[in-house]
Structures are given as structure tokens and as C-alpha cells.
């Protein structure tokens, strides 16, 4: 599934935030919002909610839209991900503790030298990363001063929500935006970067289709509870080979059974696993690398871009999720594997020692 900028098509009940900040126009933006959830749900349910019930979702999502704040990084230079994500980075960052911890995405935190968060009326505070997570794709941070005027989100579950649904989605930052979305599919997602996980929510239509304001955005039920953190911007959220464009969220349920641990260790156990350093493609059947790290372990061992992989120790491999679990298999990041790949008209089988991806990659001192 291809990710790349797209034009942002009409987006219903859109507003975009330039100088106004959100808690002096938290309510108004959510008003706006409320009359498309209405619509939207009248597709389905022709009887109009009840003033409680009215009432009750504009606070929801009033309290949702306030908890969702800026984030910017920076990274230093000769960082292995500069080349890739930049050394400037920006995005958003959802208030999900009483002690100001915020949940993001991951990438915006990797290898960062630092961090700041932009909160209501534009004042930014500086913070420290608490954990970086290569399984889930979260990252959390906590700011360095306390934070007053906000109240931390609710987490929900994507195991309750249904195709169709409206939903929330809110970044963070002078140029956020507030929109309303509907949940298009809920599956399994496969990143080219090795990244899979079982749970991930596609919405439609794109959250601010330019820059990065997607990045860290949160989506939110009718409850105003959290339910993923937004991913990635694509051309195609439906799966099918169509032009929908919208945007991935990581499931918030992926979160809890690791949640105590990033807290505790910077990263859940998952994470460390076999990384190759390969960039890769899922077309027709058929694992195509699409790129190398420089140096890493894949290039070393000979493995080239446009290459066919086949096998991982043998065992054939058909999709980029079959490519993926063959490698993490291996009992640990450091154990040797075989992979058998189609390199012009050749068939090569290469041996290659993958390593820890963490290693890798240069640390902030709190992790």
C-alpha cells in the first residue's frame, strides 16, 4: 500500500488552527463537529440523539481535542534516520497521564537529541523521552515542568468500533487540525521499514494531507476515549487497489500489555528482535527489496535492491507479514538465518547475521 503526500480532498467539518489555540476555541471547533457526527450517524440511525446525549458527545469531544498537543524534535547530525525523517521533525503528542505523559509515534522520537511540546497558548516546554517502542511503533515522552489546564485522555479499544463509524481525529500544534473521520477498515498492517502489527484502524477522509500533522494525531470514539495514534498518510486506507486516500492509526490496544513495561525499560521486550536493514514491498505475491541500509546487515551479506526474497531458512515466504514473523523467529536479534533470494537470474541463498535494531541507532540518555 503505497504512502505518499496527497492533495487533500473536502473534508468534511474541517477546521483548520493557525493563531487560535484550543482551549479558547475548543468548544465552537467541536460544535462544528458535533453537526457532521450527527449527520453521519443518522446514515445509520435516522432518530436524532437526545439533547443529554448532544450535550454529553460535545464534552467527549471537547475533552479529547484538548488533550492532543504539539511536538517537535531534533535530531543530531550524522543520525542514521536523519537521512530518512529528517533532523528536524513535527507532529503531535496525546496527553494520556495525570503526570503529563504524552503518547506519540514513534519516529518522531528516534535517535532525537531533543524534545519539545507545544501546549495551549502556544507555550512550548521542553521533555525527555521515556520509551521508544520498534514493535508497537509508540513512543512516549514526559515534559520537564509541570503542566497545568490539561487533563489526560481516557484510553478506549479498537475492538468497539465498526466500519463506518465517525470518529475524531485532532493534531496538535499552531497548524493542527480537527476533523471529523470515519473508521474504513480495522486489520493487520505490514510496513516496509520491517514493521508489522495485528492491529491497526484506516480512516478517511486524510488528516491534513500536507506536512507531517498526521504524525502523532490522535483518534478518538464517541466517548472521547483515545483509540489510536496516528502512522501514516496513504493513497489507498481500503486495502483493495483503490485511490482512498486517508490515514493509519496505530491501535491503541497495542499499547496496554506494554504499557508498564516502556514505562519501566524504554522499550518492550518484542522489540528486540532480528533487523536486517532492509526496505521492502509486498506486490503480486512476492517480497521485493526495494532498498538497503548502508552498511547493515542485508548489504553486507549481498542482498541488493530488486531482489526476489524466496525463503528464510527455507521456509517460502509469500507476503511481507510472512517475511517478517520468519526473521523474528529466531530465539535472538544476533542469530544467523539463510535467505534465499531470485537476484537477476540467479537464485542465491546468503547467509546473514541480523543484529538489534536498537543498537544500532544513537540513544538519548533517558532510554
Given amino acids: 500500500m503505497a504512502t505518499s503526500p496527497i492533495a487533500c480532498g473536502k473534508v468534511a467539518t474541517a477546521v483548520r488552527l493557525r493563531t487560535v489555540w484550543r482551549l479558547s476555541w475548543c468548544t465552537l471547533m467541536t460544535l ?5 457526527w450527527t449527520l453521519a450517524r443518522a446514515e445509520s440511525a435516522p432518530v436524532a440523539p437526545s439533547p443529554v446525549a448532544a450535550k454529553d458527545l460535545l464534552e467527549a469531544l471537547s475533552r479529547a481535542a484538548a488533550s492532543v498537543v504539539g511536538l517537535q524534535t531534533r535530531v543530531s547530525e550524522g543520525a542514521a534516520s536523519a537521512s530518512s525523517l529528517g533532523r528536524q521533525r513535527e507532529g503531535s503528542g496525546v496527553l ?3 503526570d503529563g505523559l504524552v503518547l506519540t509515534i514513534g519516529y518522531l522520537l528516534l ?3 531533543s524534545v519539545t511540546l507545544t501546549l495551549p497558548g502556544k507555550r512550548n516546554v521542553p521533555a525527555r523521552i521515556v520509551a521508544y517502542d520498534i514493535d508497537t511503533g509508540f513512543g512516549l515522552v514526559k515534559p520537564l ?5 490539561l487533563q489526560p485522555v481516557p484510553l478506549g479499544s479498537a475492538r468497539d468500533l465498526r466500519e463506518g463509524q465517525p470518529l475524531l481525529a485532532a493534531s496538535g500544534g499552531p497548524s493542527g487540525d480537527i476533523t471529523t473521520v470515519q473508521l474504513v477498515d480495522r486489520r493487520s498492517f505490514s ?3 520491517e514493521y508489522h502489527i495485528e492491529t491497526a484502524l484506516f480512516t478517511s477522509p486524510p488528516l491534513l494531507a500536507s506536512g507531517m500533522n498526521h504524525s502523532g494525531a490522535g483518534v478518538f470514539d464517541d466517548k472521547g476515549q483515545l483509540v489510536g495514534i496516528g502512522s501514516l498518510l496513504m493513497s489507498d486506507v481500503s486495502g483493495r487497489g483503490q485511490r482512498a486516500p486517508g490515514n493509519m492509526f496505530v491501535a491503541i490496544d497495542l499499547l496496554k500489555p506494554v504499557f508498564a513495561e516502556l514505562q519501566a525499560q524504554g522499550r518492550s521486550q518484542r522489540s528486540r528482535r532480528p533487523w536486517l536493514g532492509l526496505n521492502s514491498s509486498e506486490r503480486e505475491g512476492r517480497v521485493h527489496v526495494d532498498r538497503t541500509s548502508p552498511k547493515g546487515p542485508a548489504q553486507t551479506a549481498g542482498v541488493a535492491a530488486g531482489d526476489l526474497v524466496l525463503a528464510v531458512d527455507g521456509q517460502a515466504v509469500t507476503s511481507l507479514e510472512s517475511f517478517y ?3 523474528w523467529a529466531k530465539p535472538s536479534p544476533e542469530t544467523e538465518l539463510e535467505l534465499t533470494v531470485l537476484q537477476g537470474a540467479a537464485v542465491k541463498t546468503l547467509r546473514i547475521k541480523p543484529v538489534d535494531r536498537m543498537g544500532t541507532l544513537r540513544q538519548p540518555g533517558a532510554i
Fill in 32 to 36: 462544528t463537529l458535533l453537526a457532521g
Fill in 96 to 98: 494520556i497521564g495525570e
Fill in 111 to 113: 535517535e532525537a537529541e
Fill in 145 to 149: 515542568v509541570p503542566i497545568t489546564g
Fill in 191 to 193: 510496513g516496509s521499514w
Fill in 325 to 327: 514473523k520468519a526473521i
